[in-house]
């Protein structure tokens, strides 16, 4: 069976979603949360756990235009990503 396949937003890279980590809108919100379970609803934006792709994700604004959302703050979405780097856990 194959595994789904994602593209990064920040280097455009397509790689198996295990290997991503997914970003969702909160709810009611212009905030963007880490989805490490990869199972919250509705759109996400996928990034691999490089800060390489994160920085060019953040700089091309292309997370919020993933995720249909204005507004967004870069300084909020590098810290969501920071939490899950950082915990040490790989995404799931």
Known sequence: MDRPVRTCVGCRQRSEKFRLIRLVRRSGTCE?????????PGR?????????????????????????????????VADALRSVTTSGSPPA
Do not use: F, K, S
């Open 44 to 76: 996400g934006a996928y990034v691999h756990p490089d800060p390489a792709c994160h920085e060019l994700a953040i700089r091309r604004r292309a997370i919020g235009r993933a995720l249909r959302l204005e507004g967004v703050d870069p300084r909020q």
């Open 32 to 40: 963007v949360a880490a989805d490490p379970r990869q199972t919250a």
